[in-house]
């Protein structure tokens, strides 16, 4: 399905839960709740607060959805500042801690090719070390590389999202790759091509 | 002027890796990629950084089923109950709130919108008791006047008459001459 017709298919269902259509509203759900989440729980890093946000953002979203204007953006935009603002607010109480990563890091597991338990563990290892090195981030410099790297939205949506202009959001992708970069180690580059390559 | 190179590689190598640089910019860099050592490991460096953060961040956090249908059973819920209005609750006790200040309005505008004829002028009496006090005691002073000196003021003496006027009758002025202008 090409970008326009999955555009249209969206588009479509908001125009049925307007006029009253229940199923739709789970349709939409369906649709966009693996992004959002994966979304929250990039920025809050924590299951359960994860679940918390995700409830928030689709409530608030369905009850707006009159307010929604797909000249403006795009629904999955839309979506994404709600879900980056309730993200906000969560971290803000909660205050992530600040991770020293000179004592993280340390991977030297062998891989197995295979997708076998150790393999498994091994990636866990991995997205842990990923998930330590984005809580070492300030959080706008987090949401950016987020929405970059792993959700492809163009440097404009980021600043959509992030209400800032769009050369402030690539600089801030910048910076945040700098930071990370000095954090990533070799070997947990390799493993994770090698993860990857399964 | 490697130094230089290599700041001017740091500064838009992501960029460069993602192709978002201009055509100058992006034959620069290549440029320097080519000539350039440190250019080239920085380049090396950036571009598995980003592949590494492009894999770990699209498999990051993925819900299973089973969590995703935990939370639209919470988004359900949430929806039913907003959407419905309670009987008895916030709604009801807005309703009783209304009535009530409705009421207390009627009462205020209820003896405006009668007339003036049965409004009890509370106000209009103490200044109205004060006229007709000044019309029945008039000035001592003057009505002890003797005839020669009210000849030479030159004003009328106050007559019984002027004394007796209906209290409709009497002006705000009337009080204020003691002559008996009125």
Same mark, same amino acid.
């Given at each position: 399905m090409t970008g326009n017709e999955n555009h249209e298919e969206t588009y479509c269902l908001i125009a049925r839960c307007l006029s009253g259509d229940q199923t739709a509203?789970?349709?939409?759900?369906?649709? @966009? $709740? !693996?992004?959002?989440?994966?979304?929250?729980?990039?920025?809050?890093?924590?299951?359960?607060?994860?679940?918390?946000?995700?409830?928030?953002? @689709?409530?608030? $979203? @369905?009850?707006?959805?009159?307010?929604?204007?797909?000249?403006?953006? $795009? @629904?999955?935009?839309?979506?994404y500042t709600i879900a980056v603002s309730r993200c906000r607010n969560t971290y803000r109480k909660k205050r992530l801690?600040?991770?020293?990563?000179?004592?993280?890091?340390h991977l030297n597991l062998a891989a197995p090719r295979a997708e076998t338990p150790e393999a498994r563990m091994a990636q866990r290892s991995v997205e842990d070390a990923l998930v330590k090195a984005l809580t070492s981030l300030p $959080?706008?410099?987090?949401? !950016?590389?987020?929405?970059?790297?792993?959700?492809?939205?163009?440097?404009?949506?980021? !600043?959509e999202v992030m209400d800032c202009p769009p050369k402030t959001a690539e600089s801030r992708v910048r910076l945040a790759h700098t930071h990370l970069r000095k954090l990533l180690k070799p070997e947990a580059q390799g493993l994770l091509e090698e993860l990857l390559s399964f | 002027?490697?130094?230089?190179?290599?700041? *001017?590689? &740091?500064?838009?190598?992501?960029? *460069?890796?993602?192709?978002?640089?201009?055509?100058?910019?992006?034959?620069?860099i290549s440029r320097y990629i080519d000539q350039s050592p440190a250019c080239y490991a920085e380049y090396t460096r950036q571009r598995d950084t980003q592949r590494e953060l492009i894999g770990g961040l699209s498999t990051m956090g993925r819900p299973s089923d089973q969590q995703l249908a935990q939370i639209w059973v919470g988004i359900e819920?949430?929806?039913?109950?907003?959407?419905?209005?309670? &009987?008895?609750?916030?709604?009801?006790?807005?309703?009783? *709130?209304?009535?009530? #200040?409705?009421a207390v309005l009627t009462v205020l505008v209820l003896p405006l919108a009668l007339g003036g004829e049965n409004v009890p002028t509370t106000v209009a009496q103490p200044v109205l008791a004060r006229q007709v006090a000044e019309v029945t005691t008039p000035n001592i002073t003057e009505a002890v006047a003797t005839p020669e000196a009210v000849a030479v003021s030159g004003e009328q003496p106050m007559t019984a008459q002027a004394t007796e006027h209906p209290v409709n009758d009497?002006?705000?002025?009337? #009080?204020?001459?003691p002559s008996g202008d009125a």
């Amino acid at each position: 399905m090409t970008g326009n017709e999955n555009h249209e298919e969206t588009y479509c269902l908001i125009a049925r839960c307007l006029s009253g259509d229940q199923t739709a509203y789970t349709e939409l759900y369906e649709k @966009f $709740a !693996a992004g959002v989440y994966r979304l929250c729980y990039s920025l809050v890093l924590n299951q359960l607060d994860t679940e918390d946000v995700m409830q928030d953002v @689709f409530v608030y $979203a @369905f009850k707006n959805l009159h307010r929604y204007d797909r000249n403006k953006s $795009a @629904f999955k935009t839309w979506l994404y500042t709600i879900a980056v603002s309730r993200c906000r607010n969560t971290y803000r109480k909660k205050r992530l801690p600040q991770v020293d990563l000179t004592q993280v890091l340390h991977l030297n597991l062998a891989a197995p090719r295979a997708e076998t338990p150790e393999a498994r563990m091994a990636q866990r290892s991995v997205e842990d070390a990923l998930v330590k090195a984005l809580t070492s981030l300030p $959080a706008m410099l987090r949401e !950016a590389v987020v929405l970059r790297y792993g959700h492809g939205l163009t440097y404009r949506e980021i !600043a959509e999202v992030m209400d800032c202009p769009p050369k402030t959001a690539e600089s801030r992708v910048r910076l945040a790759h700098t930071h990370l970069r000095k954090l990533l180690k070799p070997e947990a580059q390799g493993l994770l091509e090698e993860l990857l390559s399964f | 002027m490697i130094a230089f190179r290599l700041r *001017y590689c &740091k500064r838009h190598m992501v960029a *460069y890796i993602n192709r978002e640089v201009s055509p100058r910019i992006r034959s620069r860099i290549s440029r320097y990629i080519d000539q350039s050592p440190a250019c080239y490991a920085e380049y090396t460096r950036q571009r598995d950084t980003q592949r590494e953060l492009i894999g770990g961040l699209s498999t990051m956090g993925r819900p299973s089923d089973q969590q995703l249908a935990q939370i639209w059973v919470g988004i359900e819920r949430d929806m039913s109950q907003k959407s419905s209005m309670p &009987k008895c609750g916030m709604g009801a006790f807005k309703l009783s *709130y209304g009535i009530v #200040a409705l009421a207390v309005l009627t009462v205020l505008v209820l003896p405006l919108a009668l007339g003036g004829e049965n409004v009890p002028t509370t106000v209009a009496q103490p200044v109205l008791a004060r006229q007709v006090a000044e019309v029945t005691t008039p000035n001592i002073t003057e009505a002890v006047a003797t005839p020669e000196a009210v000849a030479v003021s030159g004003e009328q003496p106050m007559t019984a008459q002027a004394t007796e006027h209906p209290v409709n009758d009497i002006l705000p002025q009337a #009080a204020i001459t003691p002559s008996g202008d009125a």
